[in-house]
């Protein structure tokens, strides 16, 4: 018989850290562990709303999808817990080696770091995705063929809220717009309490993209939620007062995309994603949203935090002639502001910066060992037999490459 906690002590939240996090591989956590962090987890997302309110400074992060390790690195690069302050965007688990650890270390995190942790839902936490995408395999497998733990995580899921807002004035989704919801409130009024639905707001929350060549919405290829073009993403940002909306959803080759500039931003946070795709990663920071005076040129206390980058050396450098007034951003009062060089070429807005960063060597090392997805081993690589048919292998044999990003 198992007892409902209503806390679990600090001493243990610290050794489910160490468990994961000092042991390769990491040692997975028991079930009843599991069971008693998401019961936790859900009596307090309860009563927290379907848009969460937040402030920077903040680092958001996109799809993790099961690299876990890569997951650490973010932590290494970005700083962790409960130093740094991270929204993550959702699609914790899936398609990589390692969904059971990750959605384990954030579920810890969470409940360790209430406050300097925020995660909010994405398509993949979703008990018919995780059924086909690898995430209940892996739960099989790592647990003696028992589907408990699969049960208790995707029972969690449907607490998670659905979306974020950073100083009242940017807009944090895992997909994108729906054409049902005019209003954040709109959002705020949806029964989230439940699996993701095939449509309206709370599926093209989930689901959509942003779309260049489009204008209005159009139906998604991927099957749920729509494509949405700039005089839409306008719209929105008008009436409810945004300046920005910041999403996931889409592998970047980059590590990140800038729509508009930088009026919709995609942070893409799984390197190398499927330990095939080559790509880079990123983690959006968010230093302030102080739009109401001009940015200085000069070295100020936000300069710090901006020399972890990668091409640094202009940050804090202003040159009027390498700027044109299209990079000039406008707020919501009309003033003018000047991007630095570094927030011109990424596309984002003052006070932003993605830190981009490659797979961990432990990426690198499954991607040598040719493993299955999700822990599977084959020992003849990408051979598959009837046996233990590959379906994740099979299906990126089938479908031409450019295809892939419909189906994260
Ligand atoms: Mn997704």
Known sequence: MMTVPFSIPTSDLDYCLEQLLEHKPPKIL???????????????????????????????????????????????IGGSPPNTNYLFLGDYVDRGYYSV???????????????????????????TITTNYGFYTEVLNKYNGSADVWTYITDLFDYLPLGATVDGTIFACHGGLSPSCQQLDQIRAVDRFREIPHDGIMADLVWSDPDVEILDFKLSPRGAGYLFGSDIMDKFCHDNSLVQMIRAHQLC???????????????WSAPNYCYRCGNKASVLEILHSNYDTKEKPTSSSSSSSMTRNNNNNNNNHHDPEEESNDDS??????????????????????????????ASRENDEDTVNGKSVNGLNFSDGLESTSNNYDFFAAYFQEKPKRHVEYFL
């Open 30 to 76: 028991p079930p009843e562990t599991i069971h008693q962090l998401c019961h936790l987890l859900k009596t307090q997302l309860l009563s927290v709303p379907n848009i969460i309110s937040l402030q920077s400074p903040i680092s958001v992060v996109g799809d993790i999808h099961g690299q876990y390790h890569d997951l650490l690195e973010i932590f290494k």
């Open 101 to 127: 650890e990750t959605i384990s270390l954030l579920l810890v995190l969470k409940i360790r770091y209430p406050n300097r942790i925020s995660l909010i839902r994405g398509n993949h936490e979703s008990r």
């Open 253 to 267: 080759n980059e590590g990140y995309t800038s729509y508009w500039k930088g009026k919709c931003l995609t942070v």
């Open 329 to 358: 951003f406008y707020d919501r009062n009309n003033l003018r502001f000047d991007k630095t060089k570094s927030q011109i070429e990424q596309g984002v807005l003052p006070g932003q910066f993605f830190n981009v960063f490659e």
